[in-house]
């Protein structure tokens, strides 16, 4: 880190609900978490390949509903590729990383759960808020531990800016601007998906959903703008919507080409986490006295072993819920996009 006008502080201050470190607790326990995988698609090689940098874990076993693409999988990741799902979860395994589309994820979610697993479940973790309720109750019941797979959070850049942020704050963020549209995924691809329930909001705009609840709070008001294309699914939206502490103004796009830095606004001051700020490796923050703090936080591994390595610890702790990203941040996020989707006239099959 760099600050251009002042000593730089130490990390040491953070608030409870966002805790750096202590997030999951204790860490003399160094037993070794046996994972296995649904889905082998391409954010499951991405998992795979930062499980490499996350002590004490190891793939154990996957299953995919085609078997050539499983087996190749685990030709290359290693772990034991299982005849059926019912065997995966049969299979010795700790904890189950969900990789599918979402139109899966809460039905895995539930069964994984029922039979004692412990679930990170990729983004969105489910299709709609009745859906993740469900997912959450049967967590609670089981008393095991379920986390949404959102990334930014555990990423070192973001623990960097909220360490900074609560060392020399700028005050109560009030503003969340972020948006990103990409064009041009092929017709086949899950994003434009009516049957397993893709669309920009729930493929993009959810990690937009996640910034402006991580730092507004619950969304009281969502007013949306936004179209459906061909495939019936949302291609773009822009979302105006009133949280508990302040605004947030969001967009989410499949046929733009836009992509752009996220910017927290404050009274004394605002942050810029550089594009890509999903996977964030930088921030500007400018305070309005003039000083200006940049963070420059490179990470390794392709980013996904610092939610897997915070969810080990967790399972390690005991604990049901992150405190970095609970259940009630999961739960406001799917709210706002069902809101979205309600002013766009999207629903899902069974809606
Ligand atoms: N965190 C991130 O950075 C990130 C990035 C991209 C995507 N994602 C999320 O990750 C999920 C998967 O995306 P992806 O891009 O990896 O998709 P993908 O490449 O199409 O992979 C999906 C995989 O799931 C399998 N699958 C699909 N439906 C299934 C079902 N009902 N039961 C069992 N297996 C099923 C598919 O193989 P078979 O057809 O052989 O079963 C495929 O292996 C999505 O929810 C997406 O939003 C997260």
Known sequence: MTDTTT???AASAHTTAHATTADAGSSQDNREIRWGIVGTGRIARRFAQGLAYVPHARLAALWSRRAQPAQAFADEFG???CDSFDALLASGIDALYIATVQDSHADYAIAALQAG???????????NRAQLERVLAVSRASQRLFMEAMKP???PLYRKLRAQLAAEPIGEVGLVRAGCSVPGVPDDHPS???EHAGGALLDIGIYEMFLAVDWLGAPRDVQTFGRLGPSGVDTFASLNSQHERGISQLFCGLDLHGKGDALLMAKGGHVTIHE??????RATIRYADGRVVELDEPFEGGGLNYETAHFCELIRAGRL?????PHDTSLQMIAMADAARAALGLKFAGE
């Open 7 to 9: 000593a730089s502080h």
């Open 79 to 81: 772990g034991t590729v």
């Open 117 to 127: 697993l412990h679930v990170l479940c990729e983004k969105p973790a489910t299709i």
């Open 153 to 155: 959070p555990f990423y």
């Open 192 to 194: 434009l998906s009516f």
């Open 276 to 281: 890509p700020w999903w996977n964030p490796s």
């Open 321 to 325: 819920e992150s405190p970095l990203m």
